[in-house]
């Protein structure tokens, strides 16, 4: 069924690669209750449609589309329909659900007829190298703030190192060190077993408590389940909602699945992913039964790195996480108190993996190398993957006209173009 011999693998690496896949992502479980509890949707029922929008998306990738992604509610998505579409704007979260639904039955349609696929194949092949080297930069981000190695929000600077020679800090480095050392030993499922052995050293030094129970049952998804706004979202004021979430899912799946499918070598001579319609649909059916659960835009996750350099390349490792995620529903005490000094370590050697593409990238062309590093740089900077790829969707064409190559651009790149102006003409900047 996974055709494992072909894609060079076998069960046991992949079984490893989906575990090590669900414990990067098992985060999603606190936090996206955790934001959207700010929009007034309860943290119990949204945990539980938070878990069931995972499983559903992320099987249909491993079974369907046969690719080793998983699928999830998206970070980004979830704080700009809560703080912004919600607190901000006013509207209810019944309404941005709403929104959500018609974003996913738009997206269905697009990808059944092959609309997001020939959109994919007009990226040029640069912008799709420095979607992954992107993307592996703000995993390291991400890592390096989740393990405290660095602080956000300091007056007068941006970022700087955090409390170094605290004991969190000092487990999260050592979490990075053993990830290392198993790596240069060449031992199976070193990130995994990276994280295993720092969250155990993590409950024996007592840097993290030890769950109070380790099993529970779920709570009721009816205060959240298909209480969804249809009617309330198709308004002229929730048009721009509309637009920002519709061109955020676009651009992150987009840029997640050409990124992280460069880094696993699942991309054609073309740089093109063969069969791209189905990880697509993939992601468009989750975001729909995500909407009637209760929870927000789901879609391909930047974790799955971490499975693809644990060796898993086939749907089984989708299928496995998409198990774990399962059993989370009655093992939530447990597996949510995987500290983010155990999982930070890993996304940083995630993102370190993910750089080598960048030698792809032509630096003796400024038409090509200047929109992939504007890509690469605000993908980072701005804390933003969908910022960073419309970046260069439009700087791309602007490039190319300006040097007198307008012929280079494919006709699916002007259509990118245009939709990532009205992205930054839309979205609510602060």
Request: charged letters at 10%; hydrophobic letters at 55%.
């Amino acid at each position: 069924m996974f055709r494992l011999k072909e894609s060079g693998t076998n069960v046991r690496t992949e079984i490893i690669a989906g575990i090590t896949t669900f414990m990067t992502m098992a985060y999603i479980l606190i936090v996206n209750p955790a934001i959207l509890s700010a929009a007034g949707i309860p943290k119990g029922p949204s945990m539980v449609a938070t878990i069931l929008s995972a499983v559903f998306g992320t099987l249909i990738m491993g079974f369907y589309a046969n690719r080793p992604f998983a699928i999830a509610p998206y970070m980004g998505e979830n704080a700009f329909v809560a703080y912004t579409g919600v607190k901000v704007l006013g509207y209810s979260w019944q309404t941005a659900l709403g929104a959500i639904f018609i974003g996913g039955v738009l997206f269905t349609l697009l990808t059944v007829f092959k609309v997001r696929s020939w959109l994919v194949r007009a990226i040029p092949e640069s912008l799709k190298y420095s979607f992954a080297v992107g993307i592996g930069l703000f995993l390291t981000f991400i890592g390096l703030n989740d393990a405290g190695i660095v602080s956000l929000g300091v007056p007068g600077a941006p970022v700087r190192m955090g409390h170094i020679t605290s004991s969190s800090v000092l487990l999260a480095i050592f979490g990075f060190v053993l990830i290392g050392i198993l790596m240069v030993r060449r031992v199976r499922g070193a990130i995994l077993w990276g994280i295993l052995g720092t969250t155990a050293l993590s409950f024996i030094t007592g840097v993290v408590q030890l769950p109070e129970a380790w099993v529970s049952l779920p709570p009721s998804l009816s205060p959240i389940f298909l209480k969804l706004d249809i009617a309330g979202a198709f308004t002229w004021g929730f048009f721009a909602v509309i637009l920002t979430v519709f061109v955020m899912d676009f651009v992150d799946t987009m840029g997640t699945l050409i990124g992280v499918s460069a880094r696993a070598g699942l991309l054609d001579e073309h740089g093109n992913l063969p069969q791209v319609e189905r990880p697509m649909l993939a992601d468009a059916l989750a975001t729909v039964f995500g909407a009637l659960m209760g929870t927000t835009t789901t879609g391909t996750y930047i974790e799955s790195a971490a499975g693809i350099e644990a060796g898993g390349k086939t749907g089984l490792t989708a299928v496995v996480t998409a198990f774990f995620f399962l059993l989370a529903l009655f093992f939530a005490p447990f597996l949510t108190a995987i500290p983010p000094l155990a999982y930070g370590p890993a996304l940083i050697i995630v993102g370190l993996l993910m750089l080598s593409p960048i030698t792809k990238i032509p630096f003796d062309d400024y038409t090509e190398l200047i929109p992939a590093f504007s890509v690469i740089v605000l993908m980072s900077f701005t804390y933003n993957i969908g910022v960073g790829m419309t970046a260069g969707f439009v700087l791309y064409p602007l490039f190319k006209v300006i040097s007198g190559r307008y012929q280079e651009v494919h006709a699916g790149s002007w259509v990118l173009c245009a939709l990532s102006l009205l992205f930054f003409i839309f979205y609510p900047y602060g």
